[in-house]
């Protein structure tokens, strides 16, 4: 996971704060990227907990700590994340500790997923992201 938590964070053109409070972060991901190997060769798609990993890392982008997923709930994906699709990431805090996150994934076909993440700062990290 880490191999594919590098390149997302390497994918990540811009994270910027909305209007409402919400942080929205931009994706490009391409046929390359090691999140659409085997996921299915013939019609490449981004798997769920890729899409999960999309709003991690850009959680840890905005707190600067190393996270990880300690529970998911509301998962909805709906449409397929295909490559070289413009992928824009909206994270909304739900809780005043910011352990806890609303994320939706929307591409230029609108919603593709949905759900929200508990997150916990990874054990022995001292540095952020």
């Given amino acids: 996971m880490n191999r594919v938590r590098k390149e997302l964070i390497n994918a990540m053109a811009s994270v910027q704060q ?3 409070g919400q942080w929205i972060s931009h994706f490009r991901l391409p046929v390359s990227f090691v999140g659409f190997e085997g996921h ?3 019609r490449p798609i981004l798997p769920a907990i890729v899409q999960m990993l999309m ?3 850009t959680v ?6 190393s996270l990880e997923i300690s529970a998911i709930s509301n ?11 413009d992928v824009a990431v909206s994270c909304i ?3 005043a500790e ?3 996150v609303t994320v939706r994934l929307t591409t230029e ?21």
């Fill in 109 to 129: 076909n609108g919603v593709a997923s949905s759900f929200s993440l508990q997150l916990a700062r990874v054990a022995g990290s001292t540095e952020g992201v």
């Fill in 75 to 85: 998962a909805k994906f709906v449409q397929p994340v295909s490559p070289d699709m």
């Fill in 98 to 100: 910011r352990s806890s």
């Fill in 60 to 65: 840890e982008r905005i707190y600067g700590n």
């Fill in 93 to 95: 805090p739900a809780d």
């Fill in 55 to 57: 709003g991690v890392v």
């Fill in 18 to 20: 909305g209007k409402t």
């Fill in 40 to 42: 299915f060769p013939e």
